[in-house]
């Protein structure tokens, strides 16, 4: 599977971006999806995840409420709204493929491919 990540830009604080992860490979369909984010000299952060059937989503207590993952297999892509973004939602942000258990679904080292990143940055 290979992953090509978009959407990033430069957007005022408040405002709203769509991320985009477009996926090759026919077994996209089979595969949770999740985005991390890693702000300067930070570790990489879980940000959300979704099944592959879209059944199931799960959020950072930090984006709760203000993004949405979504994903549509029959366009090999998973989305991030964000919305009322913050100065703190600044970083790389990447998108990753996983199999592993739904309850695992946060701990990085667990996807199996990575998209190449795409930069958010929130100004003031």
């Known amino acids: 599977v290979q992953l090509q990540a978009s959407g990033g830009g430069l957007v005022q604080a408040g405002g709203s971006l769509r991320l985009s992860c477009a996926a090759s490979?026919?077994?996209?369909?089979?595969?949770?999806m999740g985005w991390f984010r890693q702000a300067p000299e930070k570790e990489r952060e879980f940000v959300s995840a979704?099944?592959?059937?879209?059944?199931?989503?799960s959020y950072a207590d930090s984006v709760k409420g203000r993004f949405t993952i979504s994903r549509d297999n029959a366009k090999n892509t998973v989305y991030l709204q964000m919305s009322s973004l913050k100065l703190e939602d600044t970083a790389v942000y990447y998108c990753?493929?996983?199999?592993?258990?739904?309850?695992?679904?946060?701990?990085?080292?667990?996807?199996?491919?990575w998209g190449q990143g795409t930069l958010v940055t929130v100004s003031s």
């Open positions: 990753a493929v996983t199999n592993t258990n739904w309850v695992r679904v946060r701990d990085s080292r667990l996807y199996d491919y």
């Open positions: 490979g026919r077994t996209f369909g089979s595969y949770t």
């Open positions: 979704i099944t592959w059937n879209g059944a199931r989503t």
